[in-house]
């Protein structure tokens, strides 16, 4: 079945430096995978999306690479923040497949150390 | 602010009732997507509405049913209420079905008790 993996343990950085998150997946066969954040109690908001057929996409502070080689992609905040703290889920989609193609892994909490 | 709005914010009901969670997208978006987001399955795919019709369906129980009305606001009735069925609900919108990018309103949280 399909699975989508992110690590479940909180990710811990310290202001300044460079968060990376990843997310892994299985038997699945994405045609775009997109970045959301999400914040205790609040609904998710999206962040970047990237296809297939794109190595890097960047937007300010973010960057997110896409190996469907590897089946992974990764997510970047440079110049960490306290305010960048919160749940980052990752989302893939299959084209033409509307919302029942984009499945959400669990996420991953971020937190930025002042 | 998504332009997403979602009432009621909470809900406490018993096992057994049944609760309307309602849903306005965003103006000029036709899609709504509902969503369930638990601690430990985080957020599922429950069922997807296209300017009015059904377009896909998720792992939506059947005993919870949605509808989408000709003003594209967006009704999820879930009914025969039990423990497991709290949850975040989360309606999301978009312009187009996919890809891109959805907007999602902030949640009805349900509890029963």
């Known amino acids: 079945s399909q699975k989508i993996e992110q690590n479940s343990e909180a990710l811990n950085i310290q202001e300044g430096k460079t968060a990376t998150l990843t997310c892994n997946y299985t038997?699945?066969?994405?045609?775009?995978l997109q970045w959301y954040r999400q914040d205790p109690g609040r609904g998710p908001v999206f962040l970047l999306l990237?296809?297939?057929?794109?190595k890097e996409k960047r937007k300010e502070r973010l960057k997110v690479t896409f190996d469907t080689t590897l089946k992974q992609s990764l997510f970047h905040i440079t110049a960490s923040q306290p305010a960048d703290s919160a749940t980052y889920l990752c989302?893939?989609?299959?084209?033409?497949?509307?919302?029942?193609?984009?499945?959400f892994g669990k996420g991953t909490h971020l937190i930025i150390q002042p | 602010d998504s332009g997403v709005t979602q009432t009621p914010k909470h809900l406490i009901t018993a096992t057994g009732q049944r609760v309307t969670l309602r849903c306005s997208p965003r103006?000029?978006?036709?899609?709504v997507y509902w969503y369930q987001q638990s601690l430990d399955q985080g957020l599922q795919f429950l069922i997807q509405?296209?300017?009015?019709?059904?377009?896909a369906k998720g792992n939506i129980l059947e005993r919870f049913s949605a509808q989408q009305f000709p003003d594209l606001h967006s009704e999820l009735n879930l009914s025969s209420l039990e423990l497991g069925d709290s949850a975040l609900y989360f309606c999301?919108?978009?312009?187009?079905?996919?890809?891109?990018?959805?907007?999602f309103g902030e949640g009805s949280r349900l509890t029963v008790l």
């Open positions: 990237i296809r297939e057929n794109e």
């Open positions: 999301a919108s978009s312009v187009v079905p996919s890809p891109g990018e959805l907007f």
């Open positions: 038997n699945y066969s994405p045609a775009y």
């Open positions: 989302a893939l989609g299959r084209t033409g497949g509307g919302a029942d193609g984009l499945t």
């Open positions: 509405y296209y300017n009015g019709e059904e377009r």
């Open positions: 103006s000029g978006d036709l899609s």
